[in-house]
């Protein structure tokens, strides 16, 4: 007798640590599959996500799955997994945000995140934790006059990677604010109806090899104390590519400004901001700086901008420097604008064939010109109305109006 019972209780244990290493009835499973139908393992997608082992994956099949006007909100740590964003589709019609994570550590891979329907809102917002997006779309985002929404909202102290993305057809495509941080590698943010990535509260962003294309104003926006880094990315066809109003920091390096209507780059404010070795072709103005403070444009290259290549109307402590401003223009616009109060520092900038100006300096513009080359413009360097700069060393030649002309009441 004591042979039989020992033996069962030893089948007994044994069954248990088989159901419990096996993911049976004793513990969740770390991969669930889910299908948009009644075809699937665990019902639909929010009963996945809370059936899943924490840490765990959930699979979703091609097709659409349709959250309804109720918002689904992730407080779990889970990795969602789809067909590819245009195969797996994750719609949803709720105000605010149709989808929200508050989960220590959440990823998706392939999917596509929808906003449908009428009601203020965006796709997906993220308030805390760490988030990884791998390969997806977001999408549908819209607003009021008094208020915009973007398709992916990263906020709070949330942390977050965007990696080879698409945000499109929103009022924004991709916000930061509060504390939180982002950064985005390889990913697009084109055609929505402000802006493709918005930085503004604390928040830092750290963007490599985007692009921000076709957007009704701005390519990117970093306003109050944000923080920003682009490097080697890709702004076309907005009105503005990069609009800096504040922030504490912006740098911006290695990219390519290309047929915006309005500028590549406005710096309307802001501190330390830095625009380094671009390039600013066939847009209305290249860089315009009308405010900050401790800005620098350092080896860019703009060239054949419909109006100016560089325009300096205000800011403090304003350094030009080997800049190539080249072919820009009209007949009474050129390579370097001065105007209104703006008293930068030029030094070894380089304005050849443009139609109007090589350098203008106008208004009660003043700071200081020293060793620039200007050649083959209309005139080399102007010196208008009250504008009172220091010239020093600049070479102007061959420029077939006059080098260096000074003209009073004009």
């Given at each position: 007798m004591g042979i039989v019972v020992t033996v069962v209780i030893a089948a007994f244990l044994a069954f248990v640590a088989y159901t419990v290493s096996e993911g049976g009835p004793s513990a969740r499973p770390k991969t669930v599959t889910v299908k948009p139908d009644a075809a699937q393992d665990y019902g639909p997608l929010s009963d996945a996500i809370r059936r899943v082992a924490e840490g765990g994956t959930v699979q979703l099949g091609a097709g659409t799955y349709d959250l309804g006007d109720r918002q689904l909100v992730i407080t779990r740590s889970v990795r969602l997994v789809g067909a590819g964003p245009e195969e797996t589709e994750v719609v949803g019609s709720a105000k605010e945000s149709a989808l929200v994570v508050r989960a220590a550590d959440f990823s998706a891979e392939g999917i596509s995140f929808v906003k449908s329907g009428s009601t203020n809102g965006g796709a997906l917002a993220v308030t805390h934790g760490t988030l990884q997006m791998t390969r997806c779309r977001f999408t549908g985002s819209s607003g009021d006059k008094q208020w915009s929404y973007a398709s992916l909202w990263i906020k709070g102290d949330a942390q977050a990677t965007v990696r080879e993305c698409t945000a499109d057809d929103g009022d924004s495509g991709i916000d930061a604010s509060g504390d939180s941080s982002v950064t985005m590698e390889s990913t697009q943010c084109n055609s929505n109806r402000v802006s493709g990535v918005a930085v503004y509260g604390n928040a830092e962003a750290i963007m490599r090899s985007c692009t921000c294309a076709g957007n009704a104003d701005y390519g990117v926006t970093v306003s109050e104390h944000a923080r920003v880094k682009i490097q080697g990315g890709r702004f076309s066809n907005n009105k503005t590519g990069v609009w800096i109003e504040h922030g504490k920091s912006a740098r911006?390096?290695?990219?390519?400004?290309?047929?915006?209507?309005?500028?590549?780059?406005?710096?309307?404010?802001?501190?330390?901001?830095?625009?380094?070795?671009?390039?600013?072709?066939?847009?209305?103005?290249?860089?315009?700086?009308?405010?900050?403070?401790?800005?620098?444009?350092?080896?860019?290259?703009?060239?054949?901008?419909?109006?100016?290549?560089?325009?300096?109307?205000?800011?403090?402590?304003?350094?030009?420097?080997?800049?190539?401003?080249?072919?820009?223009?009209?007949?009474?616009?050129?390579?370097?604008?001065?105007?209104?109060?703006?008293?930068?520092?030029?030094?070894?900038n380089t304005c050849n064939n443009n139609l109007g100006y090589g350098i203008l300096f106008r208004d009660r513009a003043s700071g200081e010109a020293r060793e620039n080359y200007c050649s083959r413009n209309r005139w080399g360097i102007i010196i208008n109305d009250r504008a009172?700069?220091?010239l020093r060393g600049n070479d102007c030649e061959f420029n077939s109006k006059g080098n260096i002309e000074t003209y009073r009441g004009g």
């Open positions: 911006i390096e290695r990219c390519k400004f290309n047929s915006n209507q309005r500028r590549g780059v406005m710096v309307a404010g802001g501190t330390n901001v830095v625009i380094l070795e671009s390039t600013f072709v066939g847009n209305g103005n290249g860089i315009e700086v009308f405010g900050g403070q401790r800005v620098a444009l350092l080896t860019n290259r703009c060239e054949r901008n419909r109006e100016t290549g560089i325009t300096v109307a205000g800011g403090d402590h304003v350094r030009v420097e080997w800049n190539r401003c080249n072919r820009n223009g009209d007949r009474h616009t050129g390579g370097i604008c001065v105007n209104r109060r703006g008293h930068p520092r030029l030094l070894n009172h700069p220091k």
